[in-house]
């Protein structure tokens, strides 16, 4: 029998590259079927939402984040898988699916931790943008802070004189109305009135 060399197309090549796979969960890019694709864009918008990165390092830490978080969901599908498997049973507590939910947990608890140190690395890449956009850029973010709290302060202000007003309109009401109802009374506001025109 001759000896083969393997596949010689690109095709040929790359379907060979995955003949080892059994479930991708150590692999450097995300697995993602057609059937996930739609969930894990979804992850993938939430977390570009949530996140925010800008530039290189902040968009390549925010990969790494993106592959952990998916594979954390993808082991927990498994898991449940296996909890299918097992009938119903603990898989760790059963004897045929015991050693794969016991790798499944490992890979969690790997993946949490990526993902986990990642999002530090994230924070702290933009804690020193933030740094330098104040220090070096003519706009400055705590500029627009400025003018967020002027403008809080403008509305409680508002607020308060509304607030005095819709007061001082009451005590003039309740004035009128005392007044109506007494002519003394009246008649003792007209002379102070007088008293204090005279000075």
């Known amino acids: 029998m001759p000896n083969q060399s393997g596949p010689n197309t690109p095709e040929g090549k790359a ?3 995955r003949n080892a796979m059994r479930h991708g969960l150590t692999s450097m890019k995300p697995v993602v079927t057609e059937a996930d694709r739609p969930e894990f864009e979804a992850l993938e918008a939430h977390l570009r939402f949530s996140l925010a990165p800008t530039g290189f390092l902040q968009e390549l830490t925010y990969s790494r984040i993106l592959i952990s978080a998916w594979n954390m969901q993808r082991v927990l599908k498994l898991e449940n898988a296996l909890l299918d498997q097992s009938l119903g049973e603990d898989p760790l507590s059963n004897p045929d699916t ?3 939910a016991a790798l499944y947990q490992r890979y969690y608890a790997r993946f949490e931790g990526s993902y986990r140190a990642n999002l530090r690395e994230l924070e ?9 956009d104040i220090h ?3 706009v400055s973010p705590l500029g627009a802070l400025h003018d967020i709290q002027i403008i809080q302060r403008a509305q409680r202000d508002a607020k308060r004189n509304a607030q005095q007003q819709a007061k001082d309109e009451d005590f003039d009401a309740s004035l009128i109305a005392e007044a109506l109802q007494d002519p003394d009374f009246l008649k003792r506001i007209r002379e102070q009135h007088d008293q204090f025109t005279k000075r």
Do not use: A, D, V, Y
Not at 124 to 132: A, F, K, M, N
């Open 15 to 17: 379907n060979s590259s």
């Open 98 to 100: 015991e050693k794969q």
């Open 124 to 132: 702290r890449l933009q804690r020193l943008q933030l740094t330098s």
């Open 136 to 138: 070096f850029n003519e």
